[in-house]
């Protein structure tokens, strides 16, 4: 009966990877599945009793000494209430989706807007979940008024005065705070590496020193942490951006800047089949070895170029949280993983990157009907695997 059940998945997963293979002639996608058994794989969450497999994500990732959460926004916590409930009851930590951002928080030069933000923080601390910090200092989603504003005569000021007043409203509430967000960017062509915009054109490469020693004087508790993303595969690109952060977090480091740990995005593709685990697991190491704490901080696997079928879909999506989390998890310095958003229903990927078919996308934990799916799976085993943490995760106040 088993292998019967087993027999007609198999043949309706080829049916599936038949008609895309021909359609979309993705030949290299055939041999990633091919390379890592993804047809065979068995995405089983062991445990001895029912409730032993329903153990939601955040307790198994306390049991190794790791944080589990992921982002959301004001809007959707407070409109859906059964999205809410599993929110809760997985996510140990909440990170607000675009609350704390520059566009939401500054609606005009002399005014800040923390009303979204503190009814996140409520939420959260009501539900016995940390609250995270994200971000003070980024390229994107400034408000309109930024351009005619700020100039090289009171950038510092502005900077400084942005970082104060936001980081002293929720000073010893906040887990961790991605206080400089993408600042690299070795395609703009710098000898450094960083990213050219305003802040860069108006203080110098000093504005990140000056953001997180900011932040420092700001709440002395909160774990400061640089973000970025582009650093995941074996690719001539992510090489060199692996290269430029390193290069600024050992600048950041020799100066003594008050900087505790870095954030690797890990927007991942699941088409991708240039995945290295050695190499990954260097550049851990090395920012391990500058002493900081490394956290997974928007964890989500995008289907764009996966073929319609939902049984294929979800299979190579599991297959690459399983792979990266295994990885990057064997890295003692990692503490925490955040995904980037928990449902289905709520997805940047939905909008920034639909599929051609215009099915749904299947990128994140649980489903748009809020049931956990193989995704849920394999970050539960990756958990369940994980070398146990001695981490004392930061409480707040
Ligand atoms: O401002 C309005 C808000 O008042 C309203 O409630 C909402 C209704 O949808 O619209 C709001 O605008 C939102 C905006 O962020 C805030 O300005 C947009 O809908 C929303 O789509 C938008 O995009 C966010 C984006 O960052 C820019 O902030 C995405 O949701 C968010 O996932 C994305 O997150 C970034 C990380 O911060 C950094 N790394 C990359 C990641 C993906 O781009």
Redesign the pocket.
């Known amino acids: 009966m088993l292998q019967k059940r087993v027999l007609t998945r198999r043949r309706s997963f080829l049916l599936g990877m038949g008609a895309f293979t021909v359609a979309g002639g993705l030949m290299h996608l055939h041999n990633r599945m091919q390379a890592i058994g993804i047809e065979q794989r068995n995405f089983t969450v062991m445990g001895d009793t029912l409730r032993d497999r329903h153990t939601p994500l955040r307790d198994r990732a306390a049991a190794k000494g790791l944080l589990y959460g992921a982002?959301s926004s004001h809007?959707r916590l407070s409109s859906d209430k059964i999205f809410a409930a599993h929110f809760a009851q997985e996510c140990a930590i909440l990170v607000p989706?675009?609350e704390l951002?520059w566009?939401?928080l500054r609606p005009s030069p002399d005014r800040f807007n923390f009303e979204p933000g503190d009814w996140l923080l409520k939420f959260a601390r009501q539900h016995n979940m940390l609250f995270r910090g994200?971000?003070l200092v980024?390229h994107?989603?400034l408000p309109q008024w930024f351009t005619d504003k700020v100039d090289s005569r009171n950038a510092e000021q502005m900077l400084r005065q942005h970082i104060e007043t936001v980081v002293k409203h929720y000073a010893g509430q906040v887990h961790s705070w991605d206080v400089v967000?993408?600042a690299v960017f070795p395609q703009d062509g710098r000898s450094d590496g960083l990213r050219q915009w305003p802040w860069l054109q108006f203080l110098g490469p000093d504005y990140i020193d000056l953001a997180f020693r900011t932040a420092a004087e700001a709440d002395p508790k909160a774990l400061l942490v640089y973000n970025d993303?582009g650093l995941d595969y074996d690719t001539w690109k992510d090489e060199a951006k692996r290269g430029a952060v390193l290069k600024l977090l050992e600048r950041l480091k020799s100066r003594g800047t008050p900087i505790h740990a870095f954030g690797m995005?890990a927007?991942l593709r699941a088409d991708e089949t240039r995945f290295n685990a050695k190499k990954l697991k260097a550049f851990l190491r090395n920012i391990a070895e500058l002493d900081l704490k490394i956290l997974i901080t928007?964890l989500d696997v995008t289907d764009k170029k996966l073929p319609k079928d939902i049984n294929v879909r979800d299979r190579l999506v599991a297959g690459m949280y399983e792979d990266y989390l295994s990885t990057v998890l064997d890295e003692p310095a990692v503490i925490a993983v955040l995904t980037?958003g928990l449902s289905d229903k709520y997805t940047?990927l939905a909008?920034?990157k639909p599929r051609k078919d215009r099915a749904p996308v299947r990128t994140l934990p649980l489903d748009a009907r809020l049931s956990r799916k193989l995704a849920w799976n394999a970050i539960a085993r990756a958990f369940d695997r994980a070398p146990k943490r001695d981490v004392q995760h930061r409480e707040t106040a």
């Open positions: 982002t809007l989706e675009w951002k566009g939401t994200h971000t980024w994107k989603n967000n993408e993303y995005q927007h928007e980037w940047w909008k920034e």
